[in-house]
């Protein structure tokens, strides 16, 4: 994947009871915090019409469709040998 490299750090304070709420969100979607709350972040500018997050959103989405197509693609190739 083309990812780019994650440089940067952004901090923020939350109460014990938002920590709570969304390191359980996390868990359940068998992600880490950051990238739950990356995701959140981004979803709510792409729900704002922001057009750079709509960009970011468009391209990993994207990544991750090649990812999953280029997989079916190479699974039944290597399941015929």
Known sequence: MTDE?????????VTEQERKL??????????????YVRGAVLM??????KAEAIKIVAREVGEKAF????QKLVRPTQEGR
């Open 44 to 49: 709510s500018l792409v729900m704002d019409g």
């Open 67 to 70: 990812g999953v197509v280029r």
């Open 5 to 13: 490299a994650k440089t940067e750090t952004l901090q923020f304070k």
């Open 22 to 35: 969304i390191e359980k969100c996390a868990q359940d979607e068998s992600t880490t915090v950051s990238k």
